[in-house]
Nanobody, 126 residues
Framework: QVQLVESGGGLVQAGGSLRLSCAAS????????MGWFRQAPGKEREFVAA????????YYADSVKGRFTISRDNAENTVYLQMNSLKPEDTAVYYC???????????????????WGQGTQVTVSS
């Protein structure tokens, strides 16, 4: 399994921006579909965005489409989530996740992701 460490969370006012990073260990990062999920207090963990091996395929939840951008740098073993026009309802712990290496489908299903980071808190004030 790949080890994942998120960073970049924090407190921001509504309308502001944050950029989350997820550093991955492992020799086959370029063959891991990567995703971001989030979990607000008292709610289920939900899909945010996912990206294919080369970065050419991306998939977003409707709630973040047009505001968030997922990207990756395979040379740096890092995946990013640029979050713009943040809203209070974006407040959650954000988790980075990886599908098993070799699985090419870009999916939003939580059960398809095998490795998870510890999460980073994002708080958006109104």
């Amino acid at each position: 399994q790949v080890q994942l460490v998120e960073s970049g969370g924090g407190l921001v006012q509504a309308g502001g921006s944050l950029r989350l990073s997820c550093a991955a260990s492992g020799r086959v990062f370029s063959r891991n579909v990567m995703g971001w999920f989030r979990q607000a207090p008292g709610k289920e963990r939900e899909f945010v965005a996912a990206i294919g091996w080369s970065g050419g395929s991306t998939y977003y939840a409707d709630s973040v489409k047009g505001r968030f951008t997922i990207s990756r740098d395979n040379a740096e073993n890092t995946v990013y989530l640029q979050m713009n026009s943040l809203k209070p309802e974006d407040t959650a712990v954000y988790y980075c996740a990886a599908r098993p290496p070799g699985m090419a489908l870009v999916t939003s299903r939580r059960g398809d992701f095998a490795s998870w980071g510890q999460g980073t808190q994002v708080t958006v004030s109104s």
